[in-house]
């Protein structure tokens, strides 16, 4: 797949007006989106969505004539928005993480549980939901039933007020709760700290809510660290994917200079925490892939251990966009290593950009290297 075509817009036509979408955007394949446009039903005049993606659900509002705030913090999703945006004027895009939402504001909240990003990432959105919305807001929630939509739906009910299961959809379902009229919960007070060992430093990253791994460095994440260079000093780095910067903060330490590219903002503000109180240099990007970077920036190594998860599904479009920008970023003569499972046949599209693969580790996971030719 060229890059091009990856970071390329497309417009779907609906019964509420033009639709932006693109590759590796959540939220137009997940039927919980689907059954949310169907159900939900507009109360007063203004509505936030706090899990939007492409912005499936929110389109009934629109058509309503309700103003609709999107807050979402996917690079990719926030493209797709920002396009739909222009066509239609009652829709208000912003990069945001859920914590961040005024009180009382809205009459209408959707949610779409993120059970892909943890729980304490689906609590940080209810307790959201419950500060955004005014005393007898309508709060309309959907997800899959095999993904904690249960147990999901009790905390809302515990956290917004009672309410009720409204439409069943195959495996996806959707509720309406009211606001009720106690205290509104309280933001999160900051990042939680982890302390960790890599490359036989003792580091601190911090973290907030919604973060791949925040409990432990990912054991691919580790196995990648030991198979990079020992010197590393004065060498650019980028990092595709970086998350909350478990890879490139080792390096930083150790006198890299790093560039951090990722698409979940709560991983980017996470890992702009953690390099200012290390003291550390970086530049940190919320990007969609490498489309915040300039056209001739390249790198002596890039890293990366790439999703391949959108919304709980197995996609490989952003997987092989990362191979691409990897390929298109490592100057002549640079060394690009990607850690995976072993499933993931990542060796095809790296020899074929490349010239090039070696595996340097099989097991639980595989770490592979490619050389771009001088």
Known sequence: MELAEYHSLTTLPTPAGPLWIKRGAPGLEDPAYRALADAVEPRGTRAIDLNPGVGVALLPLLAAGLEVHAWEDRRSALRALEASAAEHP??????????????????TALLVFGADRGNAWVRAQIRAAARALEPGGLLWVAGDKKLGFERYLGWAREIVGEGEVVLRAKGARVAVLERSSGPAPEAPEGPEPLEVEL?????????WPGVFSADAVDPASRLLLEHLPADVEGARVLDLGAGYGALSLPLAREGAQVTLLEHQLASVESARVSFARAGLDALILHS??????????????????????????????????????????????GRFYLVANPFLKYEDWMRDLFGNVQTLHAGRYKVLLSVKKA
């Open 90 to 107: 009652g829709l208000r895009v912003r990069a945001a993480l859920p914590w961040q939402v005024p009180q009382a504001a809205y009459g």
């Open 199 to 207: 490359r036989g430093r003792r580091l601190t990253f911090w973290i």
């Open 288 to 333: 969609d892939v490498d489309e915040r970077l300039s056209e001739a920036e390249n790198y002596d190594i890039v890293i990366s251990n790439p999703p391949f998860h959108v919304g709980g599904r197995v996609v490989l479009d952003v997987a092989e966009a990362f191979v691409a920008a990897a390929h298109r970023r490592t100057r002549p003569g």
